[in-house]
């Protein structure tokens, strides 16, 4: 009896130690998880939102250090994230490309691929070139119906004088110009300075033996041999076709085709669901542009990441120079020594004076010339990222009590048996900062 006993107390006190080992490797199992989403979660965004704003070797006229002229592509507008190709024009391509990084409290009522947005979390939206060429090395093909982006590395492309005579429709291009009939139609032709500056007229037809390209429609003051032109804003954005190739622009010996990039625009959201609407396990969802069923769009979003739960974006906007003044980018550079030209007046340093909230990302158009800049949408240069992950599975015993501060956000409590964590980073959006780097 004695030795029952005794071994039914070494039976207990072990079936107690396993219990409480399996218990505690549980909780640690979930706590691994919990810190692994959120770390994936971090880490996932945080390569993509590094990559924001990167063209090729494009850089677009408002952040060009080098420009002389005021440049023609300053954003003015915010561009709606979930609109189909089909609908985008000119302007919209330009907002588009000004401004990489956009961000939402909730969804827009156009994005209707973002379903079931959780409460009081942030929507994201990343936009740029694919980092590698298409079909060049594991990088996919190019392929008809989806959209690239190609730039110019030919200087005669990024700006060329134009020769004499020329009439009401027609100008002659620069000697360099191509020598193949039609190269150029299609293309909208610029002139930057000179005589005629400002004026942009789009090619119809172009004679590749005399370098004569017509415009469809008279020019206001007819250009002569002192005016520059460039062909669009140095970049198109355009869909692979099987019958025609609109991708025209070269490589820096004017004579090998450039590049072409796969275009990319992501939107990162919380859903409040993960498989089946109801079973409260929160997703972060991505959203991608791409071709479907014939159309180029967002698609349906997909899950990424189980598990977490809240999401806050804070944008930090290069707002003044390193003088101290204001930023402009509808007027050309002004150097505070022209002479030197290491420190610009009316441009960003790349380093944010303040952060802000998705609200507070706007952009309006503007009258040339005036100040302050009204597109702070286009000077995010950082971006703090917050997520908040939540375990899987509940804890057996505990009661979540505490609040969390995402940014400027308070989530909490919850009330609820599920462990949680906050997980944050700063990124520099390396792209357009890198550009706004002066010596």
Known sequence: MIAIAMGMVIVGALLALYLNVTRTNNEMAKMNRQIENGRFAIQLLQDDVVHAGFWGAYVPQFDDLTAVTAPLDAPNALPDPCLDYASWTAPYISNLVGIPVQGYDAAPASCGMVASQRANTDMLVVRHAQPCVAGVGTCE??????????????????????????????????????????????????????????????????????????????????????????????????????????????????????????????????????????????????????????????????????????????????????????????TAVAWQDPLNKVSPTNRGDGIPETYVAPAALTCAAVSAGTTPDTCNAANVVAVRLHVLARSLEPTPGYTDTKTYTLGDKIMGPFNDPFKRHVFSTTVRVVNPAGRRDTP
């Open 141 to 330: 093909a190019d392929l008809a119906g989806k959209l690239y982006f190609q730039s110019t590395l030919c200087e005669n492309e990024i700006s060329a004088t134009a020769q004499q005579p020329n009439t009401a429709n027609t100008i002659k291009l620069n000697a360099a110009a191509s020598g193949d009939d039609d190269t150029y139609n299609g293309v909208v032709l610029r002139i930057v300075s000179g005589l005629g500056a400002g004026q942009s007229r789009k090619i119809t037809d172009y004679v590749g033996s005399t370098k004569e390209a017509t415009v469809d429609s008279a020019w206001t003051i007819v250009p002569d041999n002192s005016s520059i032109y460039t062909f669009g804003l140095g970049y198109v954005l355009a869909t692979e076709t099987a019958t025609s190739d609109p991708f025209f622009y070269h490589a820096m010996d004017c004579a090998t085709l450039a590049p072409k990039r796969k275009f990319v625009s992501n939107i990162y959201y919380i859903r409040d669901h993960a498989v089946t609407p109801g079973d409260g396990i929160p997703t972060l969802m991505r959203s991608s542009f791409d071709l479907a069923g014939g159309t180029l769009a967002h698609q349906a979003a997909q899950p990424l990441i189980e598990g977490i739960e809240g999401f806050r974006v804070e944008y930090g906007v290069d707002s003044r120079s390193d003088t101290d003044a204001a930023v402009n980018y509808t």
